[in-house]
């Protein structure tokens, strides 16, 4: 699917023109955009997060000529794909995770433990 695939979607979904649809995508991708360029982490639920990684300066060979290259430090973008993202696209993910799920034995709160010690 491309943009303009998106922009059709939306605008049959939503009842509005192509055109009111492709300013609505551009003020969402706008925002995250923004967002992760300031550093912040922007997070839908059940999508995923989008934010800011750094990564350090390494020295890297290069494969053809084999001569060393410095490559410089950069702040990349970085998407973490939701756990309802990934179960939609896997089915065996949602499966594995709720396995995992039910065979992590129930954590008791140490805090509940403090109180009612207080209690006594």
């Known amino acids: ?3 303009i695939e ?8 939503h009842g509005v023109s192509r055109a009111e649809a492709g300013r609505i995508l551009a003020t969402v991708l706008d925002s ?4 992760v360029k300031k550093g ?4 839908l639920v059940g999508f995923g997060t989008f934010k800011q990684v750094a990564r350090a300066a390494r020295t890297a060979r290069n494969p053809s000529t084999g001569a ?5 430090a950069a702040k990349l973008p970085k998407f973490t794909a939701g ?4 179960g939609a696209v896997d089915s065996k993910f949602a499966k594995r995770q709720a396995d995992k799920a039910a065979a992590k034995p129930a954590a008791k709160k140490p805090a509940a433990k403090k109180a009612a010690a207080k209690k006594k």
Do not use: W
């Open 32 to 35: 995250i955009v923004g967002a």
């Open 40 to 43: 912040e982490s922007v997070s």
């Open 83 to 86: 756990a309802a993202f990934k």
């Open 68 to 72: 060393t290259v410095k490559v410089p």
């Open 6 to 13: 998106l922009l059709d979607k939306i605008s049959a979904a």
């Open 1 to 3: 699917m491309n943009r």
